[in-house]
Structure formats: structure tokens, C-alpha cells
């Protein structure tokens, strides 16, 4: 296909306003696929993103569509993680197109992550086409997003299509608009470039990355190099996704597709990167490569210490898949052996300790998510600390700096009152607040980054019923009044439940966590005390008092089999417990712990 009938183009919608639906029926359209398969939406492939409704990794699909002027074009569409946590992601599959579709539910309006999303697309000089979705359902309501279009994000009402994925209405207006509106590729000379904007592990065929190739093209059995390593590979096939892989000769300037190199591990690749000739090479990388790095730690352990090596394995095989994922060794005193293991965000991290415990099988704790500080020490010494039990003793410290986010959220008026509030008690300022129209308002506040990692997002939802929305961006360090807060247990400091926290917010968390802790450590032999200290000052205590009965006790009688199904039932329990010192603290008391905020 010439590069004058090529489109490349993808979806950016706030969460569940209908991309997968949209995509799925383009497909379906474009006859690309024959009829809906089994699974009930085609780009999502994981699991556990059908599960939970949202796209985590960005697909492409070439589609051939013979337009109203009577030509074949090939669309390529590529999909789009809609979370913040992949806001990266999201930035790269946009500067693989040319264009974006712009969904907004006709029901919900325009929401926190449309705005964010439209913002980055506007940064790459791609063209939007709006879409209003799901005009089907009864409380639809184009003049109100129409007009929040306008205003808003200054779009256009007139360009709207109105349209049902669901429903099967727009859809041949939408692939028209693609073909119309937006431009035609176009390579500024004949060199190599090419954009890889992510990379699977197949087991059969090992990484496959997918590009977007800017100038030049990738031949089979050429030399290339990717331009952030220096690296050079050959290139074993090319190919584009229908959406099945589909062999071809070469991919060329204009082209989205997939390249299969001798490269061992998705390590090796990053999201971002330029290939070129090795030959030939480009002289400069294509711009805005940037490394991706983990903004929230925890640490993973194995509830069995046996199973430390299968953990590993199991880390590794999810690596392979996502380059974000990081994790290295440790250990904690409490828990043993472990890893130390780094995210995107929280969304990304419940995603890899859920598919530990059930692709692979793995019984794990996990410890209290923490961001990244920054400790200047008294001797100038600057060091980043990510675990909240290699916090230096405060005695050697001159100051610790903490991550801040810009955050953007979208609320009804009434809920404003209850939101200054929850900003307030995160450690927020407010910057300003504007009205969208006359229902809604948007809050721009800065917030610490470790605020908003446990229920922010939650209790957002709460407050507003689920009108409010949200989304954040990055914005550097600041000094804290930050203190270590430290969990006792029988005077044994327990590491996995130590967190870093405000001054202001210690004695009150330490409190709460002793209370939960007491509830949930189960009653032993002998009294457990439990205390909470901020810098070795004691300032909350709690105790478990000593067992006193024996639990079979009940169980008057000669009833074996009710006796030893009340010890198996102990037994199990055990099990699942991990034995700090002399006290056995039951899974479910990290898990707990991990709840209170
Ligand atoms: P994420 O991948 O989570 O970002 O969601 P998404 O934007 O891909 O949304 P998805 O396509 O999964 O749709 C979300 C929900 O809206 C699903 O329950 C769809 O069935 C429903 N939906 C999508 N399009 C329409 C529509 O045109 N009309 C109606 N009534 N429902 C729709």
C-alpha cells in the first residue's frame, strides 16, 4: 500500500467510555475479522485486562477499508492503555500516528483523563476526531458534550460524530473521517527510523517489537542498530498484525508492524527507541525517548521461603513482557528472602502481584507501597531511598525530600466542600479551580506522591458517587517534614510493616495500626505487645493477651472427627502464617495493615 493511502491512527477515551467496543467494531467493519470471536472484545488479549475492563498493552491492527472515493486504504489502528499509570504508553502510541479519535461517553462528558489525553495528543501535532459514544443509552446527552467540547478542550462541536459502538451507528462516518481528516504519512528522506513503541515476549518466536517505521524501511537479513544502545542486530522477519501476525517482504516509511530481531530479552529493547540502518545510521534519534522508571516500590515475598527461587523464575517470565516491571533481591528481617520490586504505579502493581498469585501460583506478602525519597544526609551525601528500612537514623540526616504530582480532578460542584477536605488531609494545595459548566469543576492541586498511592483515586469516587474523575502528572521533589514510623511487635522492630509518613500523620497512623494490628494477630501462648515508634519513642501500645483456652476444649465427648477437623482447620491457618521472632502473624495481618491509611 502507498504511503498516500496509509492512516495511522488510535483511540484515546477515558476509562470505559468505549475504546475496546470501537476498536472491536472497525475490525469487524473493515472485515478484518469475520465475526465477533468467542472473547467478547478482541484487543484486549490478557486476562486479567478483559477482567478488569482496562487495556494495558498497545496493540496495532492493520485494517484495509475501501473508502467512499472508491480506493483502498490501510488504517492502522493502535490501542491505547487508558490508566494514568501507563501514561507513557500512552504518549508513545501517540507519536506512532498521525491521528486520534477522541471518545467521550455521551452520558459521562468529558472526564479528567480526556483532558490529559487530549493534551498529549495535541503536543504530538496529531489531528482529533471526536467521537461521542454510546448516543444508544437513554440518558445521552450530545448538546451538554458538545458543548463541554467546545469549552473545554476547544475542539469543534461541529466535528463530532455522534455515534454507537455498541449499537453499530457512526461507524462507516468514523472510518470516512479517518481517510478525509487525517494526513498522510510522510518521511523526510530515505534513512532508517523507525519508532519501537513496545515489545512482547513470545514464547515461540522470542521479542517481537512492535514500530512505527518513519523513513527508510526494514528488510529482513539487514544489519540495524537500536539508537539508545548502540546495539546492532539483524533483522529476521517484519510483519504487520491482521490482527494475527501476517508476514511481509519489508515494512516502509508510513508503515505500523512488527520486527523480529536476534534480541534475547525485552530488557534489551526500550519503549521509545530509534532503530536505524547500521549501516547507514540516522544521524540524530527520533525525539522524546525517555526511560521509564518506577515510581512506587514494595517488596514481594514468599509466604514459604522454599519458594523463593520459583518467585524469581516467575518475575523474570512477567519481565519478559513488561520492561517497566523491575525487581531486584532482598531481605527483611521479618519476612526472609524476597525482592525489592518497582512499578509504574499502583494500578500496575496490584496487576503484577495478582498475576504472581494466579498465573503462576505463588502464596506472597506483599509490603506497604513507598515512592522515592531523597535523603540529604548531614555530610552533604545525597541517597534515594525506596524502602522504608533503609531510612539512615534521623540523627544523620539534614532533610528528606518526597515525589509531588500535579493533580487534575474532575468533580460536581456540590462535592467541593468535601474535597478541599480530602485534599487537605492529603497534604495538598490547592493551585486554582475552574468551572467547566455550570454541573462541574476542575481542581489543579499539588499533592505528595505518596498521598495518593493507597485510596486517593477510591475515595475520590466515594465522595462524588463516581462523578469525579482524575488523572496526575509528575512534578518533582520537595522537602518534608518526613519521620520513619516503626511497628513493634514484642519489642522487635518489624520491618515490613515500617513506613515513611508526615510528622503530623505519625502518632495518629501509629495508633491505627497498632489497634488493626491487635485485632488481627491472632491470641498465642503468651501476651504480644504491640507498639508503634516514631524515631524510637514509643507512642502507641496495644496488647494481645495470652490464650487462655485450649481450642479443641469445646469439643466435650469422644467426637474425633470433629477434634481433628478443628486441628486441621489450625493447622491450615498456620500455614499462612509467617512466625516473627516468637509471635505468627497471619497473612491477613499484612494484607490489613497495607488497608490503613
Ligand atoms: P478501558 O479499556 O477500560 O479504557 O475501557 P474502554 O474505553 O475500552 O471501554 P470498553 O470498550 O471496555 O467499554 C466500556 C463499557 O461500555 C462496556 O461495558 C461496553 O459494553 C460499554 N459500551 C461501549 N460502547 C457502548 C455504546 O456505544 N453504547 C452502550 N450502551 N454501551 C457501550
Redesign the pocket.
Known sequence: MSIERTRNFCII????????????RLLESTGTIAEREKQD?LL?SMDLERE????IKAHPVAMRYRAKDGHDYRLNLLDT???VDFAYEVSRSLAACEGALL?VDAAQGVEAQTVANVHLALKQGLTIIPVI?????PNADLPTVKKQLEDILAIPADEAIA?????GIGIQDILEAVVARIPAPKAQDDTLRGLVFDSVFDGYRGVVSYIRVMSGSVIPGTAVKLMSTNKSYEIKEVGVFTPKMFQQKQLNAGDVGYFIANIKSTAEIKIGDTLTDARRPASEPLPGFQEVNPMVYSGIYPINTADFEHLKMAMGKLQLNDAAFVFQPESSVALGFGFRCGFLGLLHMEIIQERLRREYNMDIIATYPSVIYEVIRTNGERLEVDNPANLPDMSVIEEIREPVVKCFVMIPNENIGDMMQLMLDKRGTVEHTESLDSRRVMITATLPLNEILVDFHDKIKTLTRGYGSMDYEPAGYRASDLVKLEMLVNGEPVDAFSSIVHREKAEGRGRALAAKLKEVIPTQLYQVSIQAAIGGKIVARENVSAMRKNVTAKCYGGDITRKRKLLEKQKEGKKRMKAIGTVNIPQEAFIQVLRTS
Open positions: 477515551a477515558h476509562i470505559d467510555h468505549g475504546k475496546t467496543t470501537l476498536s472491536d472484545q484486549d478488569r475492563g482496562i487495556t492503555p487508558g490508566h471518545i459514544n454510546k448516543i444508544d443509552l455515534a454507537s459502538a455498541k449499537a
